[in-house]
């Protein structure tokens, strides 16, 4: 399976000139015949979290609209990154994934809100899982802050993912826990990475680029620079069984003993 990771900037607070872009990049990236792209996070608004309200897309109708559309014409699966999606109990940070048919694959609202950005003022967190299945592989969808809680991203390998796509917006300062934490989650639950941050800057934050894939033995496929880029890797599934077999960390776990 080819994966692109498409790390866009995003014009803060503009879905119109975001939805453009990104129409724009997807098909640029699909011409070089990937599987799967995926895109970062909150990327139709940015962290223009006051206005929200406003500009959030009710119910994410138009960023499902575009990203069916694009996915079945391209042929290509379609991790949509995420968008705010205003809904009757509150705006959330959803994932939205289309499969190659354009039918929606998956869903998932960030659960855990990342306070030093204010997301715990503005947003609604996400109660579920987010497994989905691509091209027979098991994916779970993360987004950004949620990388720092290895219990929840191995709630979904124990369910069976093998591979993760995390969409985010993560700020330059904290670029070497960006890399550390995601190797670490590709060698401690011995599945794919696949994570795509954003590029640019917004009026807080200058924001880290390094968007990259990571195979189960924790080996950096491909990685972005820090301007907006469009990169691809190869991950073959095998991968994950091969490595799961020679360190049995599943079959080893005491789950019983660990609360
Ligand atoms: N958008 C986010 O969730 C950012 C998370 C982050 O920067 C972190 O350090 O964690």
């Keep these: 399976m080819k994966i692109s990771l498409i790390q866009l900037d995003i014009a803060f607070g503009n879905p119109a000139a975001n939805y453009a872009a990104a129409e724009q990049r997807i098909r640029e990236a699909a011409a070089a015949g990937p599987d799967c792209l995926i895109l970062p996070e909150l990327w139709t608004t940015g962290y223009d979290l006051t206005r929200l309200e406003r500009i959030a897309d009710p119910d994410g109708q138009e960023t499902k609209a575009l990203m069916s559309a694009l996915a079945k ?113 590709a060698i401690e639950n011995q599945c794919y990475v696949i994570a795509c941050n954003r590029a640019g800057a917004d009026p807080a934050n200058q924001f880290a680029g390094h968007s990259m894939i990571i195979d189960p033995w924790g080996e950096v496929i491909c990685e972005a620079g820090e301007e907006e880029e469009i990169v691809t890797g190869e991950i073959d599934l095998h991968k994950v069984r091969e490595v799961r077999k020679q360190i049995p960390v599943f079959a080893d776990r005491r789950p019983e003993l660990y609360l």
Aim: charged share 20%.
């Design 73 to 185: 014409e391209l042929g290509v699966h379609i991790v949509a990154g995420s968008v705010a999606s205003s809904r009757p109990a509150g705006i959330t940070n959803s994932m939205y994934v289309f499969d190659r048919s354009g039918g929606l694959a998956g869903e998932y609202s960030k659960l855990h809100l990342f306070r030093l950005m204010d997301e715990h003022l503005y947003l609604q967190p996400g109660e579920a899982k987010g497994l989905f299945t691509l091209d027979n592989a098991r994916c779970a969808g993360l987004i950004c802050y949620d990388i720092r809680f290895p219990e929840w991203v191995r709630a979904h390998t124990a369910q069976g993912a093998e591979l993760l796509f995390v969409s985010a917006e993560w700020p330059e300062p904290r670029l070497a826990h960006w890399r550390a934490l995601l190797i670490s989650r």
